[in-house]
């Protein structure tokens, strides 16, 4: 496992992809009981422009993005 800041495109929309796949929305009470939910859903040119002030950190396993952490600020 490694953690580190996003570095390219590729890593922001496997974000993306994996915000989706874990949206209250697209899962069952059951998984949403085990593994929790995210209720925010984010443009991928929403995530892109974040991205630009403050690049995310991601867990990856492999060349798979496994979990990530978004740090907004109040930049403009």
């Known amino acids: ?8 495109k590729e890593e922001i929309k ?3 992809a994996l915000q989706t796949s874990n949206l ?3 899962l069952t009470e059951a998984e949403m009981m085990q593994e929790g939910f995210l209720t925010a859903s984010y443009t991928l040119e929403f ?3 974040m991205h630009d002030i403050e ?6 396993d492999g060349d798979t993005v496994v979990g990530y952490a ?6 403009p």
């Open 14 to 16: 496997s974000i993306k």
């Open 24 to 26: 209250k929305s697209n």
């Open 1 to 8: 496992m490694v953690i580190k800041r996003v570095t390219d």
């Open 47 to 49: 995530l892109e422009q």
């Open 55 to 60: 690049p995310a950190i991601v867990a990856k």
């Open 70 to 75: 978004l740090a907004v600020t109040k930049a």
